[in-house]
């Protein structure tokens, strides 16, 4: 018997990672912006509007390495 789609999406788990939450919460506090962070396999990428926000993101790239895991690259891409 199949499942309905129903009983597939109870299953789903929707929680995003504990370093995006981090990621965002960390530019909101510094920077009062809005980031769209996306995980790929072991690629954090941090999407933001302007190129001076994402300067200054490099500039705290050290602070952003210490929110997530050890072996995760971190880029900042301008959108």
Do not use: C, W
């Not at 999406?9 to 920077?31: G, H, M």
């Not at 912006?33 to 072991?42: H, L, T, W």
């Amino acid at each position: 018997m199949s499942e309905s789609m129903h009983d597939i999406l109870l299953r789903r788990d929707d929680s995003e990672p504990p370093e995006i939450a981090a990621i965002k919460n960390f530019v909101s506090r510094r920077f009062k912006s809005e980031a769209i962070v996306a995980v790929r396999k072991n690629r954090i990428i941090i999407d933001v509007s302007s190129a001076a926000l994402a300067g200054s993101l490099r500039m705290h790239m050290y602070e952003l390495q210490q929110l997530v895991k050890p072996n995760t690259k971190i880029s900042i891409k301008i959108s």
